[in-house]
């Protein structure tokens, strides 16, 4: 009989580290924290075969906040399988295990770092219409002006400021509603986004630590990517996650380059974020257009559209949105209707870039049905798209 994926027992700890080990590197369960503790056992579905582990799909899962809108997210990390075991379709059923538990704990979408085959086949998608800035010397001047103060400064935080990252980070309006041990853990490896990473607070110099405005999470400088067989791009430091004032993070981007001597920091902003790319632009920068971070995977689609239809009514009123119906139907048909007029989407893959949005023109999906009822639903839609940051797994 073929293996049933199940969760991780907890005298197989050690075998789970030697498939992830083996797969990834040995350093997986230290830069992992969140996803391999015992609290989150339950969410490690595991293949195991003669009492090893072979196949792992692993899973966090939190709540966020979309604009106001409270979701559950899944987050889904570390998925490996024993090259000797691979072809026998054990990730593809950990993977289906890890969505039946997700829907059976209430989550609304699920997040994957990853676009492979086993993640598409499945409709994951990538989504967002986010941007993605480069910033070099020539721009210091231009974003220097925006500070809110004459001087802005730079400080490394650590452990003891997690009361005042987690102040600003509030304040966010898409966001993961991040509990105390998720900072706690993020200090304890330094690892964001699979990448060793400083944090920084943002301060008026007259201030100390405790009137910060802002904090920045930067990846320590590597090589940019290039196709294969060209030369590696130039050292670039990574914002992977920010919060706090927007023209004090824009005056902030100078400091971080001058404190890595590279040429060129990136910054990744989402495209709700509408007054950080003002500050940009008078700035001078361009940036240019970029998904969200891994592919997306709607879960319960009724359930997340009951729970954004706050935003949905602050986009096209309360009247209006009362008269929507979401409905999934058997064989994964996802149906929106509004009296008599109807959409229909035919799959997981064409629902997440529907109600996500895509920069990929070839991705953009228009759903079958009243035109009339589109136009409608463009006023609110793309729903904003999640960033990883700290809770990247």
Excluded at 147 to 175: D, F, K, N, Q
Excluded at 230 to 238: D, V, Y
Aim: with cysteine.
């Amino acid at each position: 009989m073929e293996p049933t994926p199940r969760a991780l027992r907890p005298d197989e700890w050690d075998s789970l580290n030697r498939l992830v080990s083996t797969v990834f590197r040995p350093t997986m369960f230290e830069h992992y924290p969140q996803l391999f503790n015992e609290a989150n056992r339950e969410n490690l579905r595991v293949i195991v075969v003669d009492g090893a582990v072979v196949s792992h799909v692993g899973m966090t899962q939190r709540w966020a906040s979309l604009a106001g809108c409270t979701v559950r997210v899944a987050c889904i990390g570390a998925v490996a399988t024993y090259e000797a075991y691979r072809g026998r379709g054990y990730a593809t059923a950990a993977f289906a295990d890890a969505r039946r538990k997700a829907r059976a704990d209430g989550v609304d979408i699920m997040l994957v770092s990853g676009s492979r085959g086993l993640y598409l086949r499945a409709g994951c998608r990538r989504v967002g219409r986010d941007i993605e800035y480069t910033i070099t010397h020539e721009h210091h001047q231009a974003l220097t002006t925006l500070a809110p103060t004459p001087t802005l400064e730079l400080s490394p935080a650590g452990p003891e400021h997690i009361a005042i990252l987690h102040a600003l980070h509030a304040t966010e309006p898409v966001r993961f509603i991040r509990p105390l041990e998720d900072w706690e853990m993020a200090f304890q490896c330094r690892i964001v986004m699979n990448r060793p990473a400083d944090f920084f607070l943002v301060t008026h110099a007259a201030q100390d630590q405790a009137g910060a405005v802002a904090y920045l999470i930067v990846q320590r400088p590597e090589p940019e990517r290039s196709p294969a067989g060209q030369p590696p791009g130039p050292l670039t430091a990574r914002v992977v996650e920010f919060a706090g004032d927007r023209r004090a993070i824009a005056a902030a981007l100078p400091l971080v380059h001058r404190h890595y001597q590279v040429p060129q920091v990136r910054l990744h902003v989402m495209g709700s974020d509408m007054v950080l790319q003002a500050h940009l632009a008078a700035a001078g920068l361009t940036g240019v257009p970029a998904p969200s971070s891994g592919t997306l995977l709607v879960i319960n689609f009724p359930q997340l559209m009951e729970r954004v239809r706050p935003l949905l009514a602050e986009r096209l009123g309360q009247h209006v949105v009362g008269e929507l119906e979401f409905i999934e139907e058997p064989g994964g048909r996802y149906m929106i209707r509004r009296h008599g007029e109807a959409l229909a989407l035919p799959d997981a893959g064409h629902l997440g870039n529907f109600l996500f949005g895509t920069v990929d023109p070839r991705a953009e999906c228009v759903p079958e049905g009243s035109p009339a009822l589109l136009t409608l639903l463009q006023r609110a839609l793309p729903l904003p798209a999640l960033w990883y940051g700290v809770n990247y797994v």
